[in-house]
Every structure is written in structure tokens, then in C-alpha cells.
């Protein structure tokens, strides 16, 4: 079993920059694909960006390209999701996401899910 917990969430304004932190538990967190997803208030939840497990390979949602970035750390057991030039419509709750075997970039392709931290940004 492996534990994500996501935090830096919190109230930002339009323009501004936020990162979020998700530390893995285990001791094999270099052998899974990461990955971001998001749900706003009444929508479904969509995939915001994944990095390999060796951080050679990354793929961003259309929405964010050019503004956020998924970096990893192996040596830390931790991703991030770097999200500059925030706007209002990056409102949701972001969760953290692990697979050993990537196969798709739907939430269906990923085994192990945070709790998810809240990111409100405002105009």
C-alpha cells in the first residue's frame, strides 16, 4: 500500500503562483508514474498533469500547458505540482496519484490516491 498526502492547497489571487508537495510513503516510490488531477465544485475529476517514474516523460492537460509544471524528487519520495499564472478556473481540489503500470491518463489508470488539498484562487 502506498500513501500520498498531498498539502500546499490554500487562497490565492488570479496571476499568482502556488506549489503543491505530495509525499509517498514506501520505499519503491521511484518505481511509479505520478500524476495530478482536479475537481472544481460540480464537475468531474480531470487530469491535470503526470511525470514517468524516472521523470524523463512528462504530459500536461491542455488547460495548464505553459503554466504548470510536475517535477519530482525520488530522493525525497515526493511530487510536485509547480502551478504559475494562476486563474479562477484553477479552483478544485487537487489529488496527488501513483501507478506502478501506466496505461491511461484517466483516473481508472491510477492505483493510489491522496485525500487532496483544497486550492481557491480568486479575482
Known amino acids: 500500500q502506498v500513501q500520498l498526502v498531498e498539502t500546499g492547497g490554500g487562497l490565492v489571487q488570479a496571476g499568482d503562483s502556488l506549489r503543491l508537495s505530495c509525499a509517498a510513503s514506501g520505499r519503491t516510490f521511484s518505481n511509479h508514474a505520478m500524476g495530478w488531477f482536479r475537481q472544481a465544485p460540480g464537475k468531474e475529476r480531470t487530469f491535470v498533469a503526470h511525470?514517468?517514474?524516472?521523470?524523463?516523460?512528462?504530459y500536461y492537460a491542455d488547460s495548464v500547458k505553459g503554466r504548470f509544471t510536475i517535477p519530482r524528487d525520488n530522493d525525497k519520495n515526493t511530487v510536485y505540482l509547480q502551478m504559475n499564472s494562476q486563474k479562477t478556473e484553477d479552483t478544485a481540489i487537487y489529488y496527488c496519484?501513483?501507478?506502478?503500470?501506466?496505461?491511461?491518463?484517466?483516473?481508472?489508470?491510477?492505483?493510489?490516491w491522496g485525500q487532496g488539498t483544497q486550492v481557491n484562487v480568486s479575482s
Open positions: 496519484v501513483a501507478t506502478r503500470t501506466v496505461y491511461s491518463y484517466q483516473p481508472s489508470g491510477y492505483d493510489y
Open positions: 511525470i514517468s517514474a524516472s521523470g524523463g516523460s512528462t
